[in-house]
């Protein structure tokens, strides 16, 4: 407890700092005490699978970091002239450090062994920063790694069976949706952004309160809990009428005139994505156990409707901000 009173403060405002930092070292060192703070964060919960995956990560970071301080150098070298190789150098290591696609293939095997918390903040907060840093410096290959983002975060998911892997596959196909979202306003990134974290938390809770890495362990017969599985899995896809729908449709409404090609890719990984979540949760649903039917929680009943409510506000969200 004393160790998170002076960690996790630290964490928020290692981000804080680096985006209000105004030179490339202040960012550079403010990204440096965000991965100490996390990885501390990580061995919070000491287990052999957190020490082996927060050396992994470390060692991953690090080479980011390495990467986008040399580039920083060769910048000031040149007297504030940014050649072609060394502009694309930065937002390269911005996408190692964050598990962006294509650079995405350490996250999966890694982040999947953290704990609870960890992986919240890998998934939410830890994306803030190199996306808004390649939005203000490198906005002409946003909409290219936007892209694909998508493709492989929609692609990658249909093969895994594992919770967290899914998960993981699903913020990298988010990041390609925030990357539409803030290329249309900040409000609007941080609308998606807000409805994204909050699936997200919901998702987790569930995990760590039923210990859940499999969808074949939800075997209850209570189907309180199965429809709560299923919709948060329902709004990470974006069906309506679910939370995720209205932060999605939103984007796509106002992206139509501008980018209608890359609306229409959206769309059409969409159905990937759909069908992967699907795909793990028909089983669930129809599942039974022949245990007796009429017991009743009436307290896990009534923070099961509250969890799916939240879930199926996605078209009062959209009428009221479209």
């Known amino acids: 407890m004393k160790n998170n009173i002076f960690i996790l403060p630290m964490f928020f405002m290692s981000i804080v700092y680096s985006l209000s930092s105004s030179s490339w070292m202040t960012i550079w060192v403010g990204m440096e005490m965000n991965l100490l703070m996390f990885i501390f964060i990580i061995l919070m ?34 007297y504030e002239e940014w050649s072609n190789i060394n502009a694309i150098t930065p937002p390269i290591a911005l996408m190692l450090k964050s598990g962006m696609a294509p650079l995405h293939s350490w996250s999966p095997e890694i982040v999947c062994k953290f704990d609870s918390t960890s992986l919240f903040l890998f998934l939410t907060l830890q994306k803030i920063v190199p996306i808004l840093i390649m939005f203000s410096s490198w906005i002409n290959l946003m909409m290219f790694i936007a892209m694909t983002n998508i493709i492989i975060g929609s692609i990658g998911g249909i093969s895994q069976s594992s919770i967290r892997k899914m998960m993981i596959f699903s913020s990298i196909n988010n990041i390609g949706w925030m990357m539409m979202s803030i290329s249309i306003s900040m409000n609007m990134f941080w609308l998606f952004f807000s409805i994204y974290f909050i699936i997200n938390l919901l998702m987790i809770m569930l995990i760590k309160n039923f210990k859940i890495n499999w ?96 879930n199926i506000m996605g078209i009062p969200v959209f009428l009221t901000l479209s």
């Open 215 to 310: 969808i074949l362990q939800i075997k209850s017969n209570k189907m309180q809990e199965k429809l709560s599985f299923f919709c948060i899995l329902m709004s990470l896809s974006g069906l309506p009428p679910f939370l995720g729908f209205a932060s999605k449709w939103l984007v796509i409404s106002k992206n139509m005139q501008n980018m209608p090609m890359i609306n229409f890719i959206a769309i059409f990984f969409s159905i990937f994505t759909l069908f992967f979540y699907i795909k793990y949760t028909i089983n669930m649903i129809f599942m039974s156990v022949s245990n007796k039917k009429w017991i009743i929680n009436f307290y896990m009943a009534n923070k099961y409707f509250t969890l799916n409510l939240i």
């Open 45 to 78: 919960k000491k287990t052999m699978m957190s020490n082996e995956s927060s050396m992994k990560y470390f060692l991953i970071q690090t080479s980011g970091s390495l990467i986008f301080l040399f580039s920083l150098t060769v910048n000031m070298i040149y």
